[in-house]
T-cell receptor, first 117, second 110 residues
């Protein structure tokens, strides 16, 4: 299985500022995904990040608000820009197992808990 | 991705078996059924996956009837540490975009 780490684990930010979240994987992966989990809610996919191409955003999420970088096959960043209190959520990255485990599953990072004041 | 419906919450006691049923009436021929577990302050973790009949691993069993319009995750002899949210997802091997429903909050009491 893939081991995923995220930095920071949590942060408290002022509205109007931006925060960049890092996701590091211990192996090379083609696809990385970014999810948002609002308080008490389920996970919502923000975008898919592939190395060497622009991220693909889901409906309701735009690049200006959530720019993503994918400089190599083990690393990605998600920036939450011009934050407002509504952006307070847990942000998680994940990678696909690509069948390596015999199942079609994804591995998730521990998440970054963001609070915007 | 097929829409899934599962109970919002379930309570149980240590040592009991917990069965969570998920409805997925619009499941497609190529779709698998996958369950994830999420503890507080952690990312979801894969539990089990199946296509039909029964699948068992060291953590749980997954029962899928012939029509595949529902599935039941069975957790044998739960402990306090099994308290978590359990998500049922349906999709095929090309569906890298996971669609999480509301999940079932399972609370295990002593």
């Amino acid at each position: 299985s893939a081991v995923i780490s995220q930095k920071p684990s949590r942060d408290i930010c002022q509205r109007g500022t931006s925060l960049t979240i890092q996701c590091q994987v211990d192996s090379q992966v083609t696809m990385m995904f970014w999810y948002r989990q609002q308080p008490g809610q389920s996970l919502t996919l923000i975008a898919t990040a592939n190395q060497g191409s622009e991220a693909t955003y889901e409906s309701g999420f735009v690049i200006d608000k959530f720019p993503i970088s994918r400089p190599n096959l083990t690393f990605s960043t998600l920036t939450v820009s011009n934050m407002s209190p509504e952006d307070s959520s847990i942000y998680l990255c994940s990678v696909d197992s690509s069948g390596a485990t015999g199942n079609n599953e994804q591995f998730f990072g521990p998440g970054t808990r963001l609070t915007v004041l | 991705l097929a829409k899934t419906t599962q109970p919002i919450s379930m309570d149980s006691y240590e040592g009991q078996e917990v069965n969570i049923t998920c409805s997925h009436n619009n499941i497609a021929t190529n779709d698998y059924i996958t369950w994830y577990q999420q503890f507080p302050s952690q990312g979801p973790r894969f539990i089990i996956q199946g296509y039909k009949t029964k699948v068992t691993n060291e953590v749980a069993s997954l029962f899928i009837p012939a029509d595949r319009k529902s599935s039941t995750l069975s957790l044998p002899r739960v402990s306090l540490s099994d308290t978590a949210v359990y998500y049922c997802l349906v999709g095929n091997t090309n569906d890298y975009k996971l669609s999480f429903g509301a999940g079932t909050t399972v609370t295990v009491r002593a």
